[in-house]
């Protein structure tokens, strides 16, 4: 619950709490998500609207072998349950499988050491057109500075090919937490547009979002977007009257 209280706090509206299954590691098991409700009784409020929090629940599955990858083509109850499934591959097979078949909104990147592979640009744009998108994780790069190299020369790795397909994580330690705006200053480090490290930490999460929705529903889903009227529009809606009483 402190974690949560300082993410909102430092502006973040929305946070899914992620279940992580290794399957390195024996007997493991894709359990119900929790339901945030039962965690945290009374959510906090938004800081600077009088909206609640919205609390997610996710699901990254670390791959390190093909094998791994059947639990995800079947048609689990449990799976279905997330908001959001995300996959970590560990070999240049895996990350091929997860950008060209794996039904999943994000691909992990490691950026704790060096990838034993390069990025190739046709899997990735697989991945895109899918609306799959992928994550950066930033706090090794906070913590360490020997990670902090791997991150950076990852990330840009990665920017290169994708086009500012990314999203963010932390790791649930507040200290290590960061704002919006300075993971968005992050991302122009790793090498992206002001616009598309912005992107990283906003839109970018929404469409994922909203992916997930897609996924769990096997239907579409429709969202409207307030556009931003121009300066030409907003001078030939004003009646002719005001416009003589603002030029006199």
Do not use: W
């Not at 560990?90 to 794996?102: D, M, R, S, V, Y």
């Amino acid at each position: 619950k402190i974690f949560l209280t300082v993410c909102f706090s430092v502006g973040y509206s929305v946070v899914a709490l992620n279940h992580v299954i290794d399957f390195k590691e024996k007997k493991q098991e894709i359990i119900k998500p929790v339901s945030p409700s039962e965690l945290f009784p009374s959510l906090p409020i938004v800081q600077g609207t009088s909206k609640k929090i919205k609390v997610l629940t996710r699901l990254t599955l670390v791959v390190s072998d093909p094998s791994h990858c059947n639990l995800l083509r079947s048609t689990s109850a449990n799976i279905r349950l997330y908001d959001i499934i995300a996959v970590f591959p560990k070999t240049e097979k895996l990350f091929h499988i997860a950008c060209t078949t794996l039904d999943v909104d994000l691909v992990c990147i490691n950026v704790t050491e060096k990838l034993p592979f390069y990025f190739r640009r046709p899997p990735v744009n697989m991945a895109i057109d899918r609306g799959i998108y992928f994550e950066l994780l930033y706090t090794p790069a906070i913590k360490d500075s020997t990670m902090r190299r791997y991150t950076i020369s990852n990330a840009i790795s990665l920017m290169q090919i994708c086009k500012g397909k990314v999203s963010s994580q932390s790791e649930n330690k507040p200290l290590e937490l960061r704002g919006p705006y300075d993971v968005a200053n992050l991302g122009l480090l790793f090498g992206l547009p002001e616009g598309e490290a912005k992107a990283a930490v906003s839109t970018n999460c929404r469409a994922t979002m909203l992916h997930g929705e897609t996924r769990r529903s096997a239907c579409g889903v429709v969202y409207t977007v307030k556009k931003p009227r121009k300066v030409e529009e907003e001078e030939t809606a004003v009646p002719a009257c005001k416009k003589a009483k603002t030029q006199a």
